[in-house]
């Protein structure tokens, strides 16, 4: 339960960055690779592992959508912007031509109900981040 929380981290507020001192006084910068150690590698592979998991729950067309993404974050966030009001848009084009869709083939009504049920799925996915924010 604890990795969960600390991958649901990662997704919102970004990676872990390996960072150093040039001088003692210094400004802050990225380590190269080699100068991490293995607590510097075990924060960076969580951020692998969140954009593992976000990319093995998408679709074909989300993920060539969020497939340029650095960061589980930055997927995150992509996902989110693509989906914003997927069910209200579903649902609002079913109620304004329901007698239309009485009207066509069983093939064009279930293409409808295959978009209501996709919009139902990333409304959970957002419902849960909703609820995990305000924790």
Known sequence: MAEDLELW????DGPHVPMKKLEETGP???????????IDR???????????IL???IGLDAYNRVSACDTAKEIWEALQTAHEGTTQEALAAWGDSSSE??????????????????????DSLFALMAQSDGN
């Open 9 to 12: 981290d990662i997704i919102c």
């Open 28 to 38: 802050l910068v990225p380590k190269e690779r080699r100068e991490c150690n293995n």
């Open 42 to 52: 075990k924060a960076v592979e969580k951020d692998y592992r969140a954009k593992k």
């Open 55 to 57: 990319m093995c729950g």
């Open 101 to 122: 869709f009485e009207r066509e083939s069983n093939a064009e009504n279930n293409s409808m109900m295959a978009v209501e049920t996709d919009a139902m799925k990333y």
